[in-house]
């Protein structure tokens, strides 16, 4: 039977460790935590592959859930070494997703240039989830970036294997 776990995201409370982290979760009804890889918080792309592991296991050992990294919103190049490194770490830690950050589009840039840079990086992030087993993830957003609405998204996402894109 599939149960669909409600997880806190971390990008407010970049001033708590991962254990005060986890105490919040329970305490407000969370069964678990999306943990912000990002800069000022206790998870950075420089130090998750020793971080990530640990943490995981510790709100493992508190019965919470960890189904998610998010990345920092510009994390959209995999071929910086940071990318393979956050998968690395993911799957060491046994965390099955990423979400990826955002490429954006400006006035006066053809969109469907863009979008086809977007697709070329995103198909880099498959390789790496197949490598890996951690699904790389797009999460919509507003303003100007690829992917704001549904249409969006299905024009960045066609075609890509759902193990490797959510």
């Known amino acids: 039977r599939l149960r669909m776990h409600i997880v806190l995201?971390?990008?407010f409370f970049a001033e708590l460790d991962l254990d005060?982290?986890?105490a919040a979760a329970r305490t407000w009804g969370y069964?678990?935590?999306d943990i912000c890889a990002r800069p000022g918080h206790p998870v950075t792309l420089e130090n998750a592959d020793q971080t990530l592991?640990?943490?995981h296991r510790r709100l493992?050992?508190?019965g919470l859930v960890c189904p998610l990294v998010t990345a920092p919103v510009d994390f959209n190049?995999?071929?910086a070494p940071e990318a393979e490194r956050l998968y690395a770490a993911c799957a060491a830690a046994g965390i099955a997703r990423i979400k990826l950050g955002y490429w954006?589009?400006?006035e006066g840039e053809d969109y469907w240039e863009v979008l086809e840079r977007a697709r070329e990086a995103l198909a880099g992030f498959c390789r790496l989830s197949?490598?890996?087993g951690v699904q790389s993830c797009h999460h919509t957003h507003s303003g100007s970036c690829i992917g704001s609405n549904c249409a969006g998204t299905m024009h960045l996402v066609r075609g890509f294997e759902p193990q490797q894109v959510g």
């Open 130 to 132: 197949e490598q890996y």
């Open 60 to 62: 493992q050992e508190e």
């Open 53 to 55: 592991p640990a943490a």
């Open 77 to 79: 190049d995999p071929a």
């Open 31 to 33: 069964d678990g935590l």
């Open 104 to 106: 954006r589009y400006w």
């Open 9 to 11: 995201n971390t990008k």
């Open 20 to 22: 005060r982290l986890g």
